[in-house]
């Protein structure tokens, strides 16, 4: 799917069909699809490629048809009767003709900017509209760390009455989307360091205090997710504790159990 747009008297338009210095956004795209922006964008192959493969890190590549900014985005799967916190890559190219993202889902990162729920934003001025992304992107990271904090204090709850392998299960759960983000923070947080001093993407004066912003909301994030995986881990060494003694508790009465019944058993032989 392509979606296309275009900023004009301060207002975001979409179009049918691309123009000069529009904005394109592919989601798990066609082949007709990646070879129309190829065409019009003349960029190499290897950058759509790079954005559309799942296991591809974050980093920036420049090629003299553009630049490509890889990052590692947030996203939910609905996982059984519960929610698994992964990451997905978006690749976003700029160059002469415009600006390109690209993603295998949709996401609501995307989504808010193309809705106008995103403020001072243009297609015009690439550099601001990337560090718009980037910093949308590492809100969201921090909005689902907030999520994943309140579920497993659900969860907790839960474990505290019953005890099961089912919250225990989820609890893992939640301990591995923890791994997933501070893992794809924290190469977000090297492609961030890399853009300030990247000489191929023009860095204006009023847009350093942004990225500046965008690197704090990064680093708080990757504050939280090591917090909470702590959180996390030590919760689920304690009650690994508690089931362990309490099997032990069970075993001891089932013992005695056993005792008692064997004394009849014994007189009588």
Not at 21 to 28: I, P
Not at 187 to 200: A, D, Q
Not at 241 to 258: A, E, W
């Amino acid at each position: 799917m392509t979606d296309i747009f275009a900023t004009s008297c301060g207002e975001l338009h979409r179009l049918t069909e691309f123009a000069e210095g529009c904005w394109a956004h592919l989601t798990d795209p066609e082949p007709d699809e990646i070879n129309a922006v190829l065409d019009f964008f003349a960029i190499d192959t290897d950058f759509i490629k790079a954005a559309l493969d799942e296991e591809e890190s974050p980093h920036i590549e420049h090629e003299d048809c553009g630049t490509l900014i890889m990052v590692d985005i947030p996203i939910v799967q609905p996982d059984e009767k519960s929610f698994l916190y992964t990451t997905l890559p978006l690749g976003i190219i700029l160059c002469e003709k415009g600006i390109v993202t690209i993603c295998l889902k949709e996401t609501t990162i995307i989504n808010d900017f193309m809705e106008g729920r995103v403020r001072s934003f243009s297609v015009n001025k690439k550099y601001r509209f990337l560090l718009q992304i980037l910093y949308r992107n590492a809100s969201k990271f921090l909005q689902y760390l907030k999520q994943i904090d309140k579920a497993s204090s659900v969860v907790e709850s839960e474990l505290h009455k019953s005890m099961k392998n089912r919250e225990l299960i989820q609890m893992l759960k939640l301990e591995k989307s923890l791994v997933y983000f501070s893992t794809a923070l924290k190469s977000n947080e090297i492609v961030l360091e890399k853009l300030m001093k990247f000489e191929y993407v023009k860095n204006y004066p009023e847009d350093e205090e942004l990225l500046e912003d965008v690197i704090i909301e990064n680093k708080q994030a990757i504050e939280m997710a090591n917090i909470y995986s702590s959180i996390l881990t030590g919760t689920m060494d304690a009650f690994a504790s508690v089931i362990s003694n309490n099997l032990n508790i069970v075993m001891k009465y089932l013992t005695s159990v056993t005792i008692v019944m064997a004394i009849p058993t014994m007189i009588s032989g």
